[in-house]
């Protein structure tokens, strides 16, 4: 996992002196130029990011907030830009897009016909969408279960809408304890992918239960299914590489066996129902008129698949991450 870079310390007198070179440098050549002349000015289609200045803030998929503040943390580090970045979930995340309260926003899933019409309700009618990465949306157990191995998707989603109480409803092998369930909040696009791919997928009329713990913050989920030997989760899968050896994945069976989720099996495909793109959205008009925000969006897709598989998701492939990166072209200088 991805930790915070130690800032190295730079003696006094060689900063006096690059300072002082700077300034020389300045004062004979003018802005564009180094010392030995040479023009600085960026070359077509790319961004001078220490001329950017200002503020921007984005929102919503907890599942992808990892990347984002990553992205923020290091983009922060090459220009003057404060970058703002929360996790209301990818349903509240819109909600504050379409109102114009944020300029980005995060997704654990595709943005909505009615999100849309939100939007166009407000003016917005220009949005943008980029594919970040992929996830492993990831199912949890707490490390003493010693019994849970595999879940099938019929299994799944008996638990979840609440058919099966007790391990033994789901296999007659299994304990007569109480499932203590884990999961997010109706804001989370986490939530919604997983009743599409869970619960609807089963059965188009059924409902995911309200009988547990739900919240849009993942570290709440995690520490929960941590304290209860009988708690049981879903989530990103950067939130279960973060817990370590206190939370244990269980594979899934889709209809061709019982797979881990991991790096491998997202990307391979073969991690179904429950691999899945992730993405953010912004305006064609702050990437026009916004440079800090074309400046930050620039940064998001040259440095993504670098610090999503840091925080624990998986890359895009080339041909996919250059397709995110030519939405981006026709506003660069």
Request: aromatic letters at 10%; hydrophobic letters at 40%.
């Amino acid at each position: 996992m991805r930790r915070p870079r130690l800032e190295s310390s730079k003696p006094l007198m060689l900063a006096l002196a690059l300072v002082a070179m700077s300034f020389v440098a300045f004062a004979a050549c003018g802005d564009d130029d180094d010392a030995n002349g040479a023009d600085n000015t960026p070359a077509a289609g790319e961004i001078d990011y220490g001329s950017l200045g200002g503020s921007l803030r984005v929102d919503g998929s907890s599942t992808v907030f990892p990347i984002a503040e990553a992205v923020a943390e290091e983009f922060s580090n090459e220009s003057n830009v404060r970058v703002n970045v929360g996790f209301s979930g990818t349903g509240g995340g819109f909600e504050r897009f379409c109102r114009g309260e944020i300029e980005v926003s995060d997704a654990s899933r595709p943005i909505e016909q009615d999100e849309i019409d939100a939007c166009a309700d407000e003016g917005i009618t220009d949005i943008l969408e980029f594919q970040v990465a992929i996830d492993a949306l990831t199912v949890v157990a707490n490390s003493n279960n010693d019994f849970l191995e595999c879940l099938t998707v019929q299994q799944l989603h008996d638990i979840f809408t609440g058919t099966a109480s007790n391990w033994n409803d789901i296999d007659p092998a299994f304990p007569d304890d109480g499932i203590v369930r884990f999961f997010p909040g109706t804001d989370s696009g986490t939530f919604d992918y997983f009743v599409e791919a869970i619960i609807e997928g089963v059965d188009e009329t059924a409902a995911h239960t309200g009988d547990g713990t739900a919240s849009e913050d993942d570290n709440v989920l995690a520490q929960g299914v941590e304290g209860d030997d009988n708690g049981l989760g879903y989530f990103g899968f950067a939130y279960f590489q973060e817990a370590g050896q206190q939370l244990k994945a269980i594979a899934i069976d889709g209809g061709e066996g019982c797979v881990e989720p991991s790096l491998e099996t997202a990307l391979d495909g073969s991690y179904q129902p429950l691999s899945r793109p992730l993405f953010i959205y912004t305006r064609e008009s702050f990437l026009r008129d916004r440079p800090e925000v074309l400046g930050f969006m620039k940064y998001f897709m040259d440095n993504t698949n670098t610090l999503s598989e840091e925080v624990g998701y998986v890359p895009l492939s080339d041909n996919l991450l250059a397709e995110q990166q030519t939405k981006i072209e026709p506003f660069l200088p």
